[in-house]
């Protein structure tokens, strides 16, 4: 109540920083220092008129207030902030004008009423840390990713969120992914290019998240993931290489493979399991890999030899590989031989049916 009051007599808000009733050179050099504007837990619906020049100010609290929106002319001016926080208030929207903030490190919208983020958030190049949990959010911008090359940190927990974009995985400098409690129906491809991400939390999206990409298991430096209280049944194979993974948490899946046993006996034997299963299948790919180079290349298909060999065939069925009457000729009076480039011995030549015309002397 102290800082409250201590606020409301300068003016309504805190400047560290910034002195009262000291010279005017002093007063000067202290406008050119940076400067952190605290105006959080005021109870403001708007925001008063500020007379410091805002082009100085690093850091803004606009935190734990009743704040419906922020001006756009105000964001326009910040030019040099570099946190922003506006959590814990009533905001629908961002100001479009937040793309000014070329500077912006940390930007902070949790526990709002937003519902989309504004498209013009991709200009702010220098985001590292973005945190909008607790929203109305259903989708984030498409190519929020394709800009946004030095984000660290991407917390978007408790929304409405179905997708997230393609263009995360372009997010190379991410660390740390917090999706849960959204409606999340799949992760994005090319998952596997976040080389850097060490935390990975999708848990909580209950029954609409029921499969996990295979790139999963491609994360090298992922140390915690947890995927409890969703849908799946069946982790990807590849998860057995994740050899850095400290911290996994898979509870309320109804999963069949691995067994939620083998989960509970700890990672070494999941990741035991996993890597048996995917050297497993790779085996058995392997040797079904075989048949269709046995149909492929079977003598009876004198695909390589017959230049007039019909290209149609029908998906799964060997008997279209064998012999077409269409490369075969009439000789007199109707009668079928085979072609007379073909040797003697010719698969064709011995399965054509016998001639019946005379002798050619």
Same mark, same amino acid.
């Given at each position: 109540?102290?800082?409250?009051?201590? @606020?409301?007599?300068?003016?309504?808000?805190?400047?560290?920083?910034?002195g009262f009733g000291v010279g005017h050179a002093e007063h000067d050099e202290k406008h050119r220092e940076p400067k952190k504007l605290d105006m959080s837990g005021m109870s403001m619906?708007?925001?008063?008129?500020? *007379?410091?020049?805002?082009?100085?100010?690093?850091?803004?609290? %606009? *935190?734990?207030?009743?704040? #419906?929106?922020?001006?756009?002319?105000?964001i326009a001016r910040l030019l040099n902030v570099v946190v922003l926080d506006v959590r814990s208030n009533q905001l629908k929207s961002l100001p479009n004008s937040i793309g000014c903030l070329s500077k912006l490190k940390v930007l902070n919208? $949790?526990?709002?009423?937003?519902?989309?983020?504004?498209?013009?958030?991709?200009?702010?190049?220098?985001?590292?840390? %973005?945190?909008?949990? &607790?929203? #109305?959010?259903?989708?984030?911008?498409?190519? %929020? !990713? &394709?800009?946004?090359? !030095?984000?660290?940190?991407? $917390?978007?927990?408790?929304?409405?969120?179905?997708?997230?974009?393609s263009s995360t995985s372009h997010m190379m400098a991410l660390r740390?992914?917090?999706?849960?409690?959204?409606?999340?129906?799949?992760?994005?491809?090319?998952?596997?290019?976040?080389?850097?991400?060490?935390?990975?939390? =999708? *848990? #909580?999206? /209950? #029954?609409?998240?029921?499969?996990?990409?295979? +790139?999963?298991g491609l994360l090298v430096s992922l140390r915690e993931l947890d995927v409890s209280y969703n849908a799946i049944t069946a982790l990807p194979d590849s998860m057995g290489c994740l050899t850095k993974l400290a911290r996994f948490s898979a509870a309320g899946n109804p999963l069949v493979c691995p067994p939620m046993d083998v989960v509970e006996q700890g990672l070494d034997t999941m990741r035991a399991y996993l890597t048996a299963r995917m050297n497993g299948a790779g085996k058995e790919r392997k040797k079904?890999?075989? =048949?269709? @180079?046995?149909? @492929?290349?079977?003598? /009876? $298909?004198?695909?390589?030899?017959?230049? +007039?060999?019909?290209?149609?065939? =029908?998906?799964?069925?060997?008997?279209?590989e064998g012999l077409l009457m269409s490369d075969y000729r009439s000789l007199d009076g109707g009668a079928v031989a085979s072609p007379g480039f073909?040797?003697?011995? *010719?698969?064709?030549? %011995?399965f054509s049916p016998r001639r019946n015309s005379p002798k050619h002397h």
């Open positions: 109540m102290r800082d409250m009051g201590e @606020k409301r007599r300068h003016g309504g808000h805190h400047v560290h920083g910034v619906d708007t925001i008063p008129h500020l *007379s410091m020049p805002l082009g100085n100010i690093t850091t803004l609290d %606009l *935190s734990n207030n009743n704040l #419906q929106s922020i001006p756009e002319s105000i919208v $949790s526990g709002n009423l937003i519902q989309e983020l504004p498209a013009t958030i991709e200009e702010c190049r220098a985001l590292e840390e %973005l945190n909008a949990n &607790f929203n #109305q959010l259903t989708k984030l911008p498409d190519t %929020l !990713g &394709f800009e946004l090359h !030095g984000l660290r940190r991407l $917390s978007v927990n408790s929304n409405k969120i179905a997708y997230l974009p740390s992914l917090d999706a849960r409690l959204n409606c999340l129906r799949e992760l994005p491809d090319g998952l596997e290019n976040l080389g850097n991400l060490e935390a990975l939390n =999708v *848990s #909580q999206n /209950f #029954q609409y998240l029921r499969d996990l990409p295979y +790139g999963i079904k890999g075989w =048949v269709p @180079k046995l149909i @492929k290349y079977s003598t /009876f $298909s004198a695909g390589m030899m017959t230049p +007039g060999r019909a290209t149609n065939k =029908v998906h799964g069925n060997a008997a279209t073909l040797s003697m011995l *010719s698969p064709r030549r %011995l």
